[in-house]
T-cell receptor
């Protein structure tokens, strides 16, 4: 299995630009998670989907952030407009669920975002 | 109070040493517990689950104390390849995980 795939791996953009991060989960996994990691705040859950439906987006910092999952094999996280404080590593993870909280989450390699 | 707290370290130990990390969690309703490992500039990966009875995987031993709400990880006979950040992770029983900020371990020759 190829694992969770994320693109781009690195993104440098200017403040005010739109940024789109992409994720392909492991085939057959029905849960998909978006995380943000910074030195100050650690790894934070932004939003997660179950069977392509957003379940909890309470971690999304503000309206500038949006996420979609149009099908079981693709998800996007969009930031519009981007700000320097959005600079972080964004991880996508997937799991095969069950809702019992014991399943392993498999992380993608992450997207390193720098907003100038 | 943070949901999951860890000593950020770094813990500097020589090869062959035994090192232990602790973690405390605030939600008494937490049901599942894990240690994840994250190498520098890499993604987190599951190291091991933590069970109430304690569990061992080779050189790694994890313990859970529900009464005191803390989790521990013991690494025996440290290897250079053990150098990484160790993330304490807690689940409420649903699919979401809450991560600590991690404890950095540096093993030197």
């Amino acid at each position: 299995d190829a694992g969770v795939i994320q693109s781009p791996r690195h993104e440098v953009t200017e403040m005010g630009q739109e940024v789109t991060l992409r994720c392909k989960p492991i085939s057959g996994h029905d849960y998909l998670f978006w995380y943000r990691q910074t030195m100050m705040r650690g790894l934070e859950l932004l939003i997660y989907f179950n069977n392509n439906v957003p379940i909890d987006d309470s971690g999304m910092p503000e309206d500038r952030f949006s996420a979609k999952m149009p099908n079981a094999s693709f998800s996007t996280l969009k930031i519009q407009p981007s700000e320097p404080r959005d600079s972080a590593v964004y991880f996508c993870a997937s799991s095969d669920g069950g809702g019992r909280g014991r399943e392993t989450q498999y992380f993608g390699p992450g997207t390193r975002l720098l907003v100038l | 109070r943070k949901e999951v707290e860890q000593d950020p370290g770094p813990f500097n130990v020589p090869e062959g040493a035994t090192v232990a990390f602790n973690c405390t969690y605030s939600n008494s309703a937490s049901q599942s517990f894990f240690w994840y490992r994250q190498d520098c500039r890499k993604e987190p990966k599951l190291l091991m689950s933590v069970y109430s009875s304690g569990n061992e995987d080779g050189r790694f031993t994890a313990q859970l104390n529900r009464a005191s709400q803390y989790i521990s990880l013991l690494i025996r006979d440290s290897k250079l390849s053990d150098s990484a950040t160790y993330l304490c992770v807690v689940s409420s029983g649903y699919s979401t995980l809450t991560f600590g900020k991690g404890t950095m371990l540096l093993v030197s020759p």
